[in-house]
């Protein structure tokens, strides 16, 4: 009886591995990424998006990256708007693209980063330090003309 016992488990065991075999191969999964990346100027010859989610004045107060794409999240008062956020991120990047958020500092841009994997983005990075970092690792920056 217990040989025929140890017998079941052991079927049991190999057909439920089967089973997550299958479905494992059936479906890829994508692991969502956040990473937390000082921005260097070698960094920025990679060609990766740069989201720039600061507001307007702070734009003008240290001026952006070049060919970065500027769209504010928190407005100033620190509300913010979604839908309207990710309507103008999926005119830029896809969900599976991989693309960084910059802020001031790298508070806002992480929380952002953790919103966008919820939402399904799975290669999102966040830049650690903000433009307060990325300036004095040299980044070089351009006024902000509105």
């Known amino acids: 009886m217990k040989i025929f016992l140890i017998f079941i488990c052991i079927a049991l065991f190999c057909f439920s591995g089967m089973l997550l075999l299958q479905a494992n191969n059936n479906e ?3 692991t969502p990424t ?7 100027n070698a ?4 060609n990766i998006p740069i989201i720039d989610i600061r507001t307007e004045p702070e734009w003008h107060e240290t001026g952006v990256i070049p060919q970065s794409y500027l769209i504010t999240f ?10 309207e956020f ?8 896809k969900k599976d693209d991989t693309f960084v958020i910059l802020c001031r500092s790298g508070n806002r841009s992480m929380k952002v980063t953790h919103f966008l994997v919820a939402q399904g983005y799975t290669h999102v990075i966040n830049l650690s330090g903000g433009i307060q970092e990325a300036l004095k690792n040299g980044v070089n920056t351009i006024p902000y003309e509105h």
């Open 43 to 46: 960094f920025l010859s990679q």
């Open 34 to 40: 956040i990473k937390s990346k000082p921005l260097r």
């Open 74 to 83: 928190y407005k100033e008062d620190q509300s913010y708007n979604e839908k």
């Open 28 to 30: 890829p999964k994508k």
């Open 86 to 93: 990710l309507e103008a991120l999926n005119a830029i990047v």
